[in-house]
């Protein structure tokens, strides 16, 4: 969601804003553009709505030369995907910005801008901002201080990246909310809203905190607090690859996630397992200390982390481990009843979800003091945020639509109430047990995943429809919930999910020949249950796609076509049925035509509120 590069150097910045904004592209965008300071000391700019591609023809045969510059990939708010709207946006052709985030005050000082006689291009709140700057640089502020003085004026949460003509070799930085990062390279300095966009130019970089402007030159770099005061901030060396990440023998990074899964879970057990049991060192140094005086859980997260959650809370109430779960952007606006010694716990692919972040910090202010984060990335505001931090190893994950993220999230969140098991009197055995499910689990999603051809020949039902029903029982009902995400992110098909036994309150209303309804439906404790709710759907003339362990005593019949899953305990059952959804949504929306790894109005990162 929104990106942002720029940089000031001793030679051309524009090949580098363009590869920027290319390794940018995985968090969701729908326009973009960059704009360099020339050598005849005008602002020279370029935008499309579209890709970067869109916008590399778009300087087709055009040379685009400067030693300042920045570059953005917007993500529409405020105003439609269209060139006026995309940044960078320019006052008076000689101040130039780009911005992450929402300025939720923007009409007043739109008002009040439009008295002081400026007029507007754009349908943004950004505009504003670059208009708010220009109006102290002409009030005989310098940068910095136009910069300071307008965050004063800001309400909201973003980052800026803002040249000047009348100072072309340098660009000033300001964070308050989104991330930003500071670049430290030879004879050059970068700003980047994302450690990927950097690492073509250097490994070696600062984050800039809430508050925070840098005032930046070829050579130098301050860095200035909220109050104005300068600062050090830690120098990072990043140790993630530069590599570019290629598509290999698949058609989409979303199939080759999905089947990247058996290799993410293994490599996330590496090194945490130890015989029988698990290394909870792996959590972090301070992890005994922290899990010892644990008494309840609250797991906040959005989308996909959010249904691992769910899942999650089933784990830990079976050891007796209270948990409560909430969507992150819900947390901060209602009065909570937590106990004193409860264990945060984050959920971010990205380690950047803004509302999550905010969660986080809400927590630290009702005065609780222990955190754990789980991302798959190790550079991020969550992990550096939490008292411990969990890293997945699941590598890159391109595709909008999280999938090898989310079984990765999964068996952490199982590690984890393995972890909290030996505090609650669970024995060695009972561990042992879960451990050796753990290791299995890499084979156990090879064998799910040889279901691929037979889940192709179910996906043209789902195309033909304008909706569709999942539903489960238990820990299974936030993997109907997962699924139906699936559908609806990929495939645009309107999808939605209930608990089974939940049926007779309401859906039922919605069933006929026209609704196909998905069943999730392993060998537990609540498959008789769950028989019974299937057979409600059956009598109303539904048509049934249910997903059912071999030994459950489901069989192919008229309007019910079933597919056997592998039999697995019940301990990862969950982990393992994700997997035919992922598949199921994945060849649906190869059907209808869709952008698989980059659906319509979505984005990876969600990095604004």
């Not at 935008?47 to 300042?68: F, H, M, P, Q, W």
């Not at 930085?173 to 030879?186: E, H, S, W, Y």
């Not at 997997?579 to 059907?591: E, R």
Request: hydrophobic share 40%; aromatic share 6%; charged share 20%.
């Amino acid at each position: 969601m929104c990106g942002i590069v720029g940089a000031v150097s001793n030679r051309n910045v524009a090949p580098y804003l363009l590869e920027g904004l290319r390794r940018l592209e995985y968090r969701g965008y729908d326009s973009a553009g960059v704009v360099v300071i020339n050598s005849a000391g005008k602002l020279d700019r370029s935008r499309a709505v579209g890709k970067v591609v869109d916008l590399e023809n778009s300087l087709s045969g055009r040379i685009l030369t400067g030693y300042t510059g920045l570059g953005h990939t917007r993500w529409a708010t405020h105003g439609s995907a269209t060139e006026p709207n995309a940044h960078p946006h320019i006052c008076r052709n000689s101040l130039a910005l780009v911005c992450n985030g929402i300025v939720e005050n923007y009409e007043s000082l739109k008002h009040a801008q439009r008295e002081a006689g400026l007029r507007f291009s754009s349908d943004t709140d950004t505009e504003v901002v670059v208009h708010q700057i220009y109006l102290h640089v002409a009030s005989g502020l310098d940068l910095v201080a136009a910069v300071r003085a307008t965050m004063r004026e800001l309400e909201g949460s973003y980052a800026l990246g803002v040249v000047y003509v009348g100072d072309p070799d340098r660009l000033v930085a300001a964070r308050q909310g989104p991330p930003l990062l500071i670049g430290l390279a030879d004879g050059e300095h970068l700003i980047a809203s994302d450690i990927s966009a950097l690492l073509p130019a250097t490994s070696r970089y600062q984050v800039l905190e809430n508050g925070d402007i840098a005032d930046i030159r070829q050579g130098e770099c301050v860095i200035f607090d909220r109050n104005g005061n300068e600062v050090d901030r830690p120098v990072h060396t990043s140790r993630q690859s530069n590599g570019v990440i290629s598509l290999g023998n698949y058609q989409h990074f979303m199939q080759k996630e999905i089947y990247e899964q058996p290799r993410a879970v293994a490599d996330t057990l590496e090194g945490r397992l130890g015989g029988d049991r698990l290394l909870e060192e792996a959590f972090g140094p301070m992890s005994k200390k922290v899990l010892d005086r644990v008494q309840a859980v609250q797991i906040i997260a959005c989308g996909t982390s959010y249904h691992a959650a769910l899942v999650a809370r089933h784990w830990l109430e079976y050891v007796g481990m209270p948990c409560n779960v909430e969507v992150a952007s819900e947390f901060r606006y209602r009065r909570h009843a937590l106990q004193k010694e409860t264990l945060v716990v984050t959920i971010s692919q990205s380690g950047e979800t803004a509302d999550t972040l905010a969660a986080l910090e809400e927590t630290k202010k009702l005065g609780l003091r222990d955190s754990l984060t789980i991302s798959n990335t190790p550079e991020s505001s969550l992990v550096r945020e939490s008292t411990l931090a969990f890293l997945t190893h699941a590598g890159p994950e391109i595709g909008v639509a999280s999938t090898k993220t989310f079984v990765a999230s999964l068996t952490v969140l199982m590690m984890l109430s393995l972890a909290l098991a030996r505090r609650h009197g669970y024995d060695e055995g009972f561990e042992a047990h879960i451990v050796n499910q753990l290791r299995a689990l890499p084979a156990a999603l090879e064998e799910v995943l040889r279901l691929d051809s037979e889940i192709k020949r179910l996906a043209p039902a789902f195309a033909r429809c304008q909706n569709a029903l999942f539903v489960g029982r238990g820990a299974h009902y936030p993997i109907a919930l997962e699924g139906a995400l699936k559908l609806k992110e990929i495939s645009y098909i309107h999808a939605e999910a209930y608990p089974a036994g939940e049926l007779k309150h309401g859906p039922l209303a919605l069933i006929d020949e026209e609704m196909p309804v998905v069943a999730v439906a392993p060998n537990d404790q609540l498959l008789e249950k769950l028989k019974s709710n299937i057979q409600e759907v059956r009598a109303r003339g539904g048509r049934l796609f249910v997903f059912a362990d071999p030994q459950a005593g489901f069989e192919a019949e008229n309007n019910m076509d079933v597919l056997h899953v592998a039999p697995v305990d019940s301990a990862v059952a969950p982990i393992i049925y994700s997997v035919p959804l992922q598949l199921l949504a994945y060849h649906v929306a190869l059907i209808k035509g869709t952008d698989v790894d980059k659906p319509r109005n979505l984005a990876k990162s969600v990095t604004v509120e």
